[in-house]
């Protein structure tokens, strides 16, 4: 518990920002599409769990947080992990198992880790993480450190039954938690209609257990950025929170590849409809409409590019993949 002691406040200015958000958003995507292309050709010995696409879910929530505030991730976290500040160069020497790595080379893309910045893990394993979650702001709670914990989970894990007694257990105690789900309609390859009864609520269920219920279109960053200062606020007064958001999963359940509609669980979900939806673009209209010239917004999206694709190649170059013997 002193790892979470030490961990030092760091307040940011909740007004919403376009340009960092954005340039935030097109960090993770660089980031995610630079190891997606060296996936087919480098010694990635790792799953891959691409967030294409669904940038907005963790820079708009991670937006309202502060270093104390902790979070935690599921397999598909490079967004989250680098959304609430952690360590590019890191990362990416995680994800091609070098031991200089968030994990030491040995968790590979599934496990982020940065304790400075308040990410505090992230695990594959399906519904875990959410009673791992409560469990650190229950602890947080009897140090009264004043914090939240954000946990990500996706629409399939919101089904196990760990997960409703992690939200029950929260808000039995009354923890300053707030449970996000990243809704893709999936569950790998299983589309929600298959999966739920006509009359299945999430805000009945969720409601009905203790917690406070939001949901929110995922793709806008600026609707999920005010969405999460209501849930913060509330989680801050021991109210759990479930912030339910709505997302474009661009890629498959996991590798390399962009899907099409040839996928017959997508259904009507093509990529050009994907695309149309896409957050960054959608982002990038809002911050024409509210002032910014076209010019001014592609100049922010560029520099990103440049920038984040330098450092990437910087660090590619020093790679040295670890002895797992």
């Known amino acids: 518990m002193t790892e979470l002691n030490n961990i030092q406040e760091n307040s940011k200015e909740l007004n919403f920002d376009f340009k960092n958000s954005i340039q935030l958003m097109v960090k993770i995507r660089t980031s995610e599409k630079f190891i997606r292309d060296a996936f087919w050709d480098e010694k990635i010995f790792s799953f891959l769990h691409l967030s294409i696409g669904q940038e907005a879910s963790a820079v708009g929530v991670a937006s309202v947080l502060n270093n104390k505030d902790l979070m935690l991730g599921n397999h598909r976290?490079?967004?989250?992990?680098?959304?609430?500040?952690?360590?590019?160069e890191k990362?990416?020497?995680?994800?091609?198992?070098?031991?200089?790595?968030?994990?030491?080379?040995?968790?590979?893309?599934?496990?982020?880790?940065?304790?400075?910045?308040?990410?505090?893990?992230?695990?594959?394993?399906?519904?875990?993480?959410?009673?791992?979650?409560?469990?650190?702001?229950?602890?947080?709670?009897?140090?009264?450190?004043?914090?939240?914990?954000?946990?990500?989970?996706?629409?399939?894990?919101?089904?196990?039954?760990?997960?409703?007694?992690?939200?029950?257990?929260?808000?039995?105690?009354?923890?300053?938690?707030?449970f996000v789900i990243e809704d893709n309609k999936y569950s790998v390859n299983s589309n929600m209609i298959d999966r739920k009864s006509t009359n299945y609520s999430h805000k009945k269920l969720f409601e009905g257990l203790g917690s406070a219920y939001f949901r929110e279109n995922g793709q806008d960053v600026r609707k999920v950025h005010e969405v999460s200062k209501k849930a913060r606020e509330l989680s801050l007064s021991g109210q759990p929170v479930v912030l339910h958001l709505d997302i474009d999963r661009m890629h498959a359940h996991s590798g390399p590849i962009l899907e099409e509609k040839t996928?017959?669980?997508?259904?009507?979900?093509?990529?050009?409809?994907?695309?149309?939806?896409?957050?960054?673009?959608?982002?990038?209209?809002e911050a024409v409409n509210n002032g910014n010239s076209e010019k001014e917004v592609s100049i922010w999206i560029e520099d990103e590019i440049n920038r984040t694709m330098e450092e990437l190649k910087r660090i590619k170059s020093t790679i040295r993949v670890r002895n797992f013997v």
């Open 263 to 285: 996928e017959a669980y997508r259904g009507n979900d093509t990529v050009e409809q994907r695309m149309s939806s896409d957050c960054i673009l959608l982002a990038s209209q």
């Open 91 to 178: 990362m990416i020497y995680e994800v091609f198992g070098d031991q200089r790595g968030c994990c030491k080379g040995f968790g590979g893309s599934m496990h982020m880790l940065d304790r400075e910045v308040g990410f505090t893990g992230s695990t594959p394993i399906l519904g875990s993480i959410p009673s791992i979650a409560v469990g650190q702001a229950f602890a947080c709670k009897e140090l009264n450190l004043g914090n939240v914990t954000v946990v990500y989970l996706g629409d399939g894990a919101a089904e196990e039954g760990s997960f409703m007694e992690s939200v029950n257990l929260a808000a039995n105690k009354k923890c300053s938690v707030i």
């Open 77 to 88: 976290s490079h967004g989250h992990y680098l959304a609430k500040g952690g360590n590019l």
